[in-house]
C-alpha cells in the first residue's frame, strides 16, 4: 500500500476507535508525517535486505575477466561447430549441417571467423597478464605450487574413501590451473597449424610439404583432444559436478556465494576476511 493511503487508513482507525474527528487541517498535516516516517521506514528495511544479501554474495570475477572467458568460449564453440563437420565431412550429419548452413563454404568462413575471435583473445590476454596489476595478480595465483600436487594426492585419497578430508583450495583449485594451462597447450598448436592450412600457399613456398601435412594431422587430432577435453574435463568440473549442477553462473555473474565460497575455496575465504578484519581493525585506530 502507498505510504499516504496506509497513514490515511491508520488515523480512519484511530478516529473511529477514540469516536473523534481531527479538523482537516491538522488531518493533513498528520498524514503527511506518518507517511514520510513510513516511507523512511521502508528505505530503511530495503537496505537492510540489500546489504544482507550483498553479504551473501563474493566478488570472484572481474569484467575484464569475465569478457576474456565469454569471448573465448563463443571462438571454441564455433570452431568445434564448424569444424568438426570439415573434419568429418563424409558423413551424413556433416552433410546435413552443411545444407543447413548453406553449404562448406559457409563453415569454412565461420571457422576463419572463430580462428580470428581466438588469436584475439589470446592477444587480449597476453597484455592483461603482462599489464595491469590486476592480471599480474591473477597469473601468479595460476601459477602451479607443491600444494597443488598434494591436493591432487589428497583427492585421490578422498575419492577413494581412504580420507574424510577433502583437500583445501585457495582461490584456484589444481583442476582449475589445469584447465588455464590446457588452454595454452591448445592455443600454439590450433593457432600455430591452423595458420598454416589457412596460408597454406605462402607456407609452402617457404617450408616442404611434409611440414603442411605435420599442420594438418596435429590440428585434426588437437581439435579431437581440445573437443573432448572441454565436454568432458571442463564442462563437467566447472558445470556438471554435482556441486553446481546444471549450471554454474560465476564466470558469467562475477559473483560466487558465500556458501560455495567457504565450501570450494575455504583458504580464499578465510584470507578475504583476514584482510577484511585487519582493514577494519586499522580504520577504528584512526
Ligand atoms: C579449438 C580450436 C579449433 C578447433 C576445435 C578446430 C577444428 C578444426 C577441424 C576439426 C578441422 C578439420 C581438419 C580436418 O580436415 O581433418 C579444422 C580445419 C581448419 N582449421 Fe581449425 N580448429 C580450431 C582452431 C583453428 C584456428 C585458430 C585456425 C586459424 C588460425 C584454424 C584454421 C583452420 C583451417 C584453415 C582449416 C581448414 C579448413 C578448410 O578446409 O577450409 N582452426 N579445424
Redesign the pocket.
Known sequence: MEPKKEAEKLIHEVEIEKGITLDDEFRERLKNEIAEKIKTEIERRKKEVEEKVEEEYFVRFSLNIRLQHLTLAIG?LL??IT??P??FHESKWAELFFEVIGGIQVS?IL??V??GM??FVSIWHTIYIAFTKEGRKEFRELLPRKKDFLDFWQNIKYMLGKTNERPKYGRYSYIEKFDYWAVYW?MVI??LS??I??FHNFFLGIFPKFVFDIA?EA??DE??L??LAIVIWHWYNAHFNPHVFPFNPTIFTGKISKERMIKEHPLEYEKIMREKLMKEEKSDEK
Do not use: N
Open positions: 571454441v570452431l568445434i569444424g568438426l570439415i573434419k569454412r571457422h576463419r572463430g580462428a581466438l588469436i591448445g590450433m593457432v591452423g595458420l592450412l589457412w594438418k590440428h585434426s581439435a579431437m581440445a573437443t
